[in-house]
């Protein structure tokens, strides 16, 4: 009984974390597109009571299990990457295999993103859904590799264990290009900011075009969560855990995955988005090779230090 | 006040428009747009997910049709709002938010409306009436004929399929029409159409250096540089006599640097650069249909777009026929 009561205790936890990221990270866009800040925070209210207003549309032969289930599963995804970060040195979903649980969550969102695309029968969405597969060949290597890095660094892939091996020195200070590749994954995986052409201006909103109402509410919210997400988990990654002075681990995680989230948040706002066809050779002859390097630096490291 | 009467407020304190420019329509556009950013009502790039369809300029006959499918598009609570000149734009937008603050009506307007999704675009030659013939239904899923196969540029066969930009989109230069056949995302063939090209004939274009900076402006918007895409609005206005006040260089110093990171194509860098330092002329310049169709072909979807609307200042507001070459 207690057991469930915890259970049940720790979900809601988990999924208000979500929420509050999620909200963190709309702010903070909206901020950085040139808004004040109150208004920004109104911003994510506002716009849940527009959609929650707003009737829903369906497009002709659409195919609407996979279009609604891909755009209600976005905030699940971020749910279940909240509830792998380790909050005061337990996760709600531990386990010695966290690292690999992330990346498995962030390439689920391939197929979402992708049936987003596909179930509402348009050809915009289409051209979105398709874009958005071949950026995600372009960022997720980099980011796979940078997942690397710590892990190796720790030797294990249990988030705890990554977060407690760091010390005073975190390892985005001394990996800073696979914290850099880890964040430019995020913000590909959210669709915001540079890697957000699916869903860009210039094909009419691409995997969203057809989307309205309660649908389009829960995809941005899904958005807006999973950058959230991926900040948190770039917490113990990356960021030391519940590292820090006074406070207990669990605020400290919170503290450093919200001021992460309002960061990246605001940079994917201020930034253009990039043209597809433009990133994948840059990302896989530049950026890809550094990444590798990166974990090379790593293994020698750790090699040297035993 | 209730709590429906609080959600009604709140959803309703800034409708995102989507803002559709009539053929001639321009100035009145540039009106929208500036009082859109005094208000901070977003810009819809979608019907699906707007509140108020916003037409800007006279809805010329020709396209009256259009306007009404893509009217039938937005999911309500809907307001259309129609100004009938830049002078009237504030008003059309209370009235606009007015509208969809009245629950009674919009209830009203949704239950008079169909709930089928509105029917395909394609001119369907297939007569979807009693029979229940099978094979036809797999030729033509929903009444939209499926992609015919072609010859691909790489010489591979391809799904090619029909698919029109205009004349009634956001950011996008009031009556063009592209007829484009589309090899994937790529725009393999594109046909230039003005269906209601007559209206446009009297309007006047204005300051060369206004429709500049508007193209500027639009194509920063479609990149979702919000932020310099205001400070190019900004300067446009400047032009129009408007106060409006911007650093002209800094903004052509964030063109050339979204060129080198090949945010823009260089192409549209490059017209933007010409255009700017007045080497080209847009009355001496006009663009021919044909080299706009020319221009266009072989890039997707998405630099397509961008090359309209850098080009627009260089795009005849009336009849192809009357217009030279450049």
Redesign the interface.
């Known amino acids: 009984m207690t057991e469930l009561l915890i259970a049940l205790a720790g979900s809601s936890g988990v999924l208000l974390a979500t929420l509050l990221l999620a909200w963190t990270a709309s702010a903070s866009y909206v901020v ?4 004040a800040g109150g ?1 920004a925070l ?1 911003h994510a ?2 716009e849940s ?14 195919d609407r299990l996979l279009w609604r289930g891909a755009g209600w599963s976005l905030l699940l995804v971020a749910a279940l990457l909240v509830a792998l970060v380790p909050w005061d040195g337990s996760a709600l979903l531990p386990g010695s295999l966290g690292v690999v649980w992330a990346n498995t969550l962030d390439i689920v969102v391939w197929a979402l993103v992708w049936l987003l695309g596909w179930g509402a ?1 348009s ?2 969405g289409l ?1 979105g859904g ?2 958005f597969l071949a950026l995600a060949l372009a960022y997720e290597l980099p980011l796979m590799f940078a997942l690397v890095a710590p892990a190796l660094a720790a030797g294990s892939l249990d988030l705890a264990v990554v977060a407690g091996a760091q010390g005073t020195l975190w390892y985005a200070v001394w990996m800073p290009v696979a914290f850099a590749a880890y964040l430019l994954g995020v913000l590909g995986f959210a669709v915001l900011g540079p890697p ?2 699916p869903a ?6 691409g995997v ?6 309660p649908d ?1 509410l829960v995809v941005n919210a899904g958005r807006y969560a999973l950058l959230g997400a991926g900040a948190a988990v770039a917490v113990p990654l990356f960021l030391g855990g519940g590292a820090g002075p006074w406070l207990p681990g669990a605020v400290w995680v919170l503290v450093k995955a919200l001021l992460l989230t309002a960061a990246l948040a605001w940079v994917a ?7 597809v ?2 990133l994948m050779e840059p990302l896989w002859t530049v950026w890809l090779p550094l990444v590798v390097v990166q974990d090379l630096v790593v293994a020698v490291v750790v090699v040297m230090g035993r | 006040m209730g709590l429906r009467d609080l959600v009604v407020r709140v959803a309703t304190r800034r409708p995102r428009v989507l803002v559709v420019e009539m053929p001639g329509g321009a100035p009145t556009r540039m009106a929208v747009e500036r009082e859109l950013d005094r208000r901070g009502w977003p810009v819809g790039t979608a019907p699906g997910s707007a509140d108020v369809l916003l037409l800007a300029g006279e809805v010329p006959e020709p396209l009256a049709e259009a306007v009404e499918l893509l009217w039938d598009q937005l999911p309500g609570p809907r307001a259309r709002a129609c100004p009938s000149g830049p002078g009237d734009v504030a008003h059309e937008l209370d009235a606009a938010q007015a509208s969809l603050r009245d629950d009674l009506q919009q209830r009203a307007d949704a239950r008079e409306r169909d709930r089928e999704p509105a029917s395909s675009w394609v001119e369907d030659d297939v007569d979807h009436g009693d029979h229940g013939d099978h094979g036809d239904m797999e030729m033509a899923p929903g009444g939209i004929p499926l992609a015919e196969g072609d010859d691909d540029r790489d010489g591979l066969e391809m799904d090619v399929l029909v698919h029109p930009l205009g004349p009634l989109l956001d950011h996008w230069p009031g009556g063009l029409e592209l007829r484009t056949r589309l090899h994937g995302d790529v725009v393999a063939q594109a046909e230039v159409h003005r269906p209601a090209a007559e209206a446009a004939e009297a309007a006047d274009d204005g300051p060369v250096a206004v429709a500049t900076w508007d193209a500027v402006a639009t194509v920063l918007a479609l990149v979702g540089d919000e932020v310099w895409a205001r400070r190019a609005r900004a300067l446009r206005d400047q032009h129009l006599g408007l106060d409006g006040a911007g650093d002209q260089h800094a903004v052509r110093a964030h063109l050339a640097r979204l060129a080198r990171t090949h945010v823009l194509p260089h192409s549209v860098a490059d017209v933007l650069g010409r255009l700017l330092d007045e080497r080209l002329d847009p009355a001496a310049h006009r663009l021919s249909d044909a080299a706009l169709s020319s221009l266009l072909e072989g890039h997707d979807l998405g630099d397509v777009r961008l090359l309209v609307a850098a080009h627009a200042p260089l795009l005849p507001l009336g009849r192809a026929e009357e217009v030279g070459h450049d």
């Open positions: 950085a597109t040139g808004r208004d109104l209210p506002r009571a527009r959609l929650l207003r707003q009737r829903r549309r369906t497009t002709l032969s659409a029968n050809v915009v051209v398709y874009r957000s052409a860009g201006r210039e094909t009419g909103s969203l075009t057809e989307l309205s109402g389009l706002g201020r930034l253009p988005v990039l043209r066809h433009r």
